[in-house]
């Protein structure tokens, strides 16, 4: 049956996934015998970091990510899948989209649209957005896109940034049946800018100027939320949205962009300011104070956060604000479903944090910067130094995709148990 053209179809995520690695440090072993480290390690805010294996890459924390969506749907409804868009600013080839790849590693249908997003930690939340229209748009009524991100950040061994970089992908679907979050088609407030606040001249090279990447953060975020309230005209910060998530670098800087906001824009004295931080924002640093920054999932990992910690089963509403260094940045609000926090458990986020092997930092160092980097014609994989935490992936019996080495180019999958069957 066609849909009427004037037709406003209500579309959001319905089912999330999360891969943040097989691998964990503590800040506290990254700040081990280096007391002036520590203190400036602390003030960030964060508690621990995924850390990457010789045999990951994008590829890998992507689908292992998209798998776990998957798992939650029949064989009918995955055949649903219309539409797959793989966001990362660690692309492996400049013409070919990691999405390919993906859509083979899951056994996606083949009547489906695959491409590839770059525009930094940005490009997980413009996934979503086309991913949403396209779903709106479709002649078929149980249409669904799948977005999936996948990155592995590359900063130097005792650098400030490399306490606070994660690893991982996470992954959502997109329907017209949203049980996590309804998104407002259209109502979004945007701003870009030409700002080198960070740079990837190559996939393991990561050029950052912390200072001026904090001031691009916090205009973006000021200049989002006047064109918010340009386009939804009696918009109000502080009564419009019951939780806040907002991309995450490292904790700190969320709670001083918070604290900007609530006292320029809102006008809030410091005690409110705090007490409205702690019911709102806090639920969304829950997952990422242990993963680090995801880069492309990290806005989408902390409004699943918040829908994990909000305390609440009822409906709720929440503003999400996503930010890519360069610069490009959306503030977005979205209604969350009653039982939305019951649906995200089955993503097995929890689990997957859990899960993971605890590294000492000597372990850590012997295993950063091992990945296989981009442009390599052949190779294999040297596992030697992930032996502990393959054995510890084995035991803790949860499936992973994992690359087992390159030729001409061509980058060589396999999944631990055989998937898809």
């Not at 993906?102 to 770059?118: D, N, S």
């Not at 306490?163 to 949203?178: H, Q, R």
Request: proline share 5%; aromatic share 6%.
């Amino acid at each position: 049956m066609t849909r009427h053209a004037d037709e406003v179809r209500t579309v959001g995520i319905d089912a999330v996934g999360v891969d943040c690695g097989a691998a964990v440090v503590a800040v506290d072993e990254l700040c081990r015998g280096d007391a002036a480290h520590d203190r400036r390690v602390r003030a960030l805010g964060m508690e621990a970091r995924g850390v990457a294996l010789p045999c990951d890459d994008p590829v890998v924390f992507g689908a292992t990510a998209g798998r776990r969506v998957l798992e939650q749907l029949t064989p009918d409804e995955r055949e649903t899948i219309e539409l797959l868009v793989f966001a990362t600013e660690c692309g492996l080839d400049l013409s070919k989209s990691l999405g390919g790849a993906v859509h083979r590693l899951l056994g996606l249908p083949g009547a489906c649209r695959t491409l590839e997003f770059k525009q930094a930690c940005y490009s997980g939340t413009a996934a979503v957005q086309l991913a949403a229209a396209v779903v709106a748009t479709s002649p078929r009524p149980d249409a669904r896109a799948l977005v999936v991100t996948g990155d592995i950040g590359h900063h130097p061994l005792h650098s400030l940034p490399e306490t606070v970089t994660g690893v991982g992908g996470v992954a959502v679907l997109v329907s017209a049946e949203p049980r996590i979050a309804a998104l407002r088609p259209g109502l979004s407030g945007l701003h870009s800018d030409d700002v080198s606040d960070t740079l990837r001249p190559s996939y393991t090279q990561e050029v950052i100027d912390p200072d001026l990447s904090l001031l691009s953060y916090l205009e973006c975020l000021r200049s989002c939320w006047q064109d918010y309230s340009a386009r939804s005209p009696g918009a109000d910060f502080m009564r419009d949205f019951d939780l806040l998530a907002m991309h995450t670098p490292f904790a700190a800087m969320v709670k001083g962009a918070h604290r900007t906001l609530t006292r320029d824009v809102v006008g809030l004295p410091p005690a409110e300011i705090q007490a409205d931080f702690e019911r709102r924002v806090e639920p969304s640093l829950a997952y990422v104070r242990r993963t680090g920054n995801m880069y492309t999932g990290t806005s989408l990992l902390c409004l699943i956060s918040a829908v994990a910690h909000s305390g609440s089963r009822e409906a709720a509403t929440a503003g999400v604000f996503s930010y890519g260094s360069g610069c490009s940045a959306e503030f977005y609000g979205c209604d969350i479903a009653p039982g939305a926090a019951d649906r995200v458990a089955g993503g097995g986020v929890r689990e997957a944090l859990d899960s993971r092997c605890p590294l000492s930092f000597d372990a850590y160092a012997r295993l950063a910067g091992t990945d296989v980097p981009a442009g390599v014609r052949d190779t294999g994989v040297d596992l030697e130094a992930a032996q502990p935490v393959l054995r510890h992936v084995e035991k803790a019996g949860a499936p992973r995709l994992m690359l087992t080495g390159v030729q001409d180019y061509r980058r060589q999958y396999a999944w631990t148990d055989g998937f898809p069957r």
